[in-house]
Each structure stands twice: as C-alpha cells, then as structure tokens.
T-cell receptor
Framework: AQKVTQTQTSISVVEKTTVTMDCVYE???????LFWYKQTASGEIVFLIR??????ENATVGHYSLNFQKPKSSIGLIITATQIEDSAVYFC???????????FGTGTRLQVLP | GALVYQYPRRTICKSGTSMRMECQAV??????VAWYRQSPQKTFELIAL?????????EQNFTQEKFPISHPNLSFSSMTVLNAYLEDRGLYLC?????????????FGEGTRLSVL
C-alpha cells in the first residue's frame, strides 16, 4: 500500500525568506506522480506543483520548487521569497501511474509572519 | 483555465436526514472523479473513485448505500450523504482529473462543509 508522511506539523517563517517542507513516501510501483497542494483558510485546495518519478530534474513553478531525492523516497517542497499569502496548510500527495487513486499526507501548516 | 466548482459550500442538516452535494468540472473533461472527506485533523479519507466507463469503487468503511455517487457525464458528479449523523461531519471534497499528460493531478473545488445537528 502507498503511504505519504509529512512529519512537520507546523512551521513559522518570516516573510521573504525560504522555507522547505518535508515529505517522504512509500510505494512499490516504479512509475508514479508526486504532488503538492495547499489548502487555504476557506478550505479551497490548490494544486501547486508535480514531479514525475522518471524525471531526474527537480520541478519548478514560480516560487515553488521541489527537492526530489528518489533513493530516499523524498519530495520536499521549497518556497522561496515567502509572502504572507503563502500561509496555508500544505499537502504532499502521490498517485501511481496505473491508478486514479491519490494518497495524501497529513499536511504541514505554514505561517508566514511579517 | 480548468476549474472545479463544488456546491453547496456549506450545509447543515438534521441528524438522520440526507443531503446532496455537487461537483462541476469546467474547462476540462473529468474522466475521473474522487470524493474525499477531510476530518477536523485535516486527514483525507477517500470515499470512492469514479472513472468513466468503470464501476464506482468505494473504499473500505464507505458504501454505496450510505454515499451514493452519480457521474453521468464528463463535467458533473454528485454524492449524497444518506441518514447523516454526527460522525459524518466534515469537509467533503471532489477531486476531478482529465486525461492526458498535463492532467496527472486532480483539481479540487472549495469543498462542501457538512454540519449535522
């Protein structure tokens, strides 16, 4: 069975700094996708970025980037130049390529302070 | 762009009654729709997965008799919570995904928050 683990419950940073959120996953499948989402205070879940398991290059979208360490089954999310509006709960998730089922981690609450 | 709308945003129902929530995909064809419930602790529970041309698959602890789902076309899905009780409270989320390389991640709406009195 697949599993996604986020050990950091909550992180606080000062705005304009860089933050890294950790995520490790478990799967027996050789082909899979890794995702990061954020959930705003209203409950809305926003897709941020994705990493394909077969790609060695770390994905980057805007001020989000990933630190994909496949041998460690790790997919960290890096947010550079954080803004107050980045305050949210961030979820790591994965899906094997042969299924539509997505497994989520338990989330990391990020608070960006002025 | 591709969006998912979910409604109602909030609903309150009396214990033992039922309520229906809807999910609309805009800008893409939702070949796969997953319904989740998020607990107050933020944990996601997958209720069921509906894929076009396949039977709806319910996860353990969730049944069609309790959470009937309809996915009649590529832009719409609905789920009903029958005989809702306190343990059914939570944020219900619809995650929809289309086909193709660029559609690997499901998109979510804002969810339906269910309160039960």
């Amino acid at each position: 069975a697949q599993k996604v683990t986020q050990t950091q419950t909550s992180i606080s940073v000062v705005e304009k700094t860089t933050v890294t959120m950790d995520c490790v996953y478990e799967t027996r499948d050789s082909s899979y996708f890794l995702f990061w989402y954020k959930q705003t205070a209203s409950g809305e879940i926003v897709f941020l970025i994705r990493q394909d398991s077969y790609k060695k290059e770390n994905a980057t979208v805007g001020h989000y980037s990933l630190n994909f360490q496949k041998p460690k089954s790790s997919i960290g999310l890096i947010i550079t130049a954080t803004q107050i509006e980045d305050s949210a709960v961030y979820f790591c998730a994965m899906r094997s390529s042969n299924t539509n089922k997505v497994v989520f981690g338990t989330g990391t609450r990020l608070q960006v302070l002025p | 762009g591709a969006l998912v709308y979910q409604y109602p945003r909030r609903t309150i129902c009396k214990s033992g009654t039922s309520m229906r929530m809807e999910c609309q995909a805009v800008g893409f064809q939702a070949t796969s729709v997953a319904w989740y419930r998020q607990s107050p602790q933020k944990t996601f529970e997958l209720i069921a997965l509906s894929t076009v041309n396949s039977a709806i698959k319910y996860e353990q602890n969730f049944t069609q008799e309790k959470f009937p789902i309809s996915h009649p076309n590529l832009s719409f899905s609905s789920m009903t919570v029958l005989n809702a009780y306190l343990e059914d409270r939570g944020l219900y989320l619809c995650g929809a995904r289309g086909q193709g390389y660029n559609n690997q991640a499901p998109l979510f709406g804002e969810g339906t928050r269910l309160s039960v009195l």
